[in-house]
């Protein structure tokens, strides 16, 4: 069983949205933080937005005029919500989940396959 599993992922026209949907193994017994990052090949991943077990979210500052990030209602679930898709956004995405907790949450910290989002011009 994977700890991090994302799912949204696909190709779209510049100016459109997809929907980006993280889950991250365990309940809401159990504390998260969760983060989007994405990378094109060649480059450094980059962070796009978090979530803390607190609820706080941060966002990169070039980013966040277009892209939204919600949590779930156990807290283990991160939607990114991303508008005005331009064709630089076009990358991997992946999902990064940390955990940990009182017994039976056990601790992990660990990153998701990732989904390739395309932006067509």
């Known amino acids: ?3 991090v599993v ?3 992922g696909g190709s779209v026209e510049a100016g459109g949205s997809l929907k ?4 991250a193994n365990g309940d809401a017994s159990c504390n998260y933080e969760i983060a989007w990052y994405r990378q094109v090949p060649g480059k450094e991943r980059e962070f796009v937005a978090e979530s803390n077990f607190q609820g706080m ?3 990169a500052e070039s980013l966040k005029d277009r892209f939204t990030i919600s949590q779930g209602s ?3 679930t991160l939607y990114l919500q991303m508008n005005a898709l331009k064709p630089e956004d076009t990358a991997m995405y992946y999902c990064k989940a940390r955990r940990w907790g009182p017994s039976p949450c ?3 910290n660990s990153w998701g396959r990732g989904l390739q ?3 067509s011009s």
């Open 117 to 119: 989002v395309t932006v």
């Open 74 to 76: 156990a807290h283990n």
């Open 6 to 8: 994302e799912s949204g």
């Open 1 to 3: 069983q994977e700890n």
């Open 20 to 23: 980006l949907t993280c889950a």
């Open 57 to 59: 979210l941060r966002y």
């Open 106 to 108: 056990f601790t992990y």
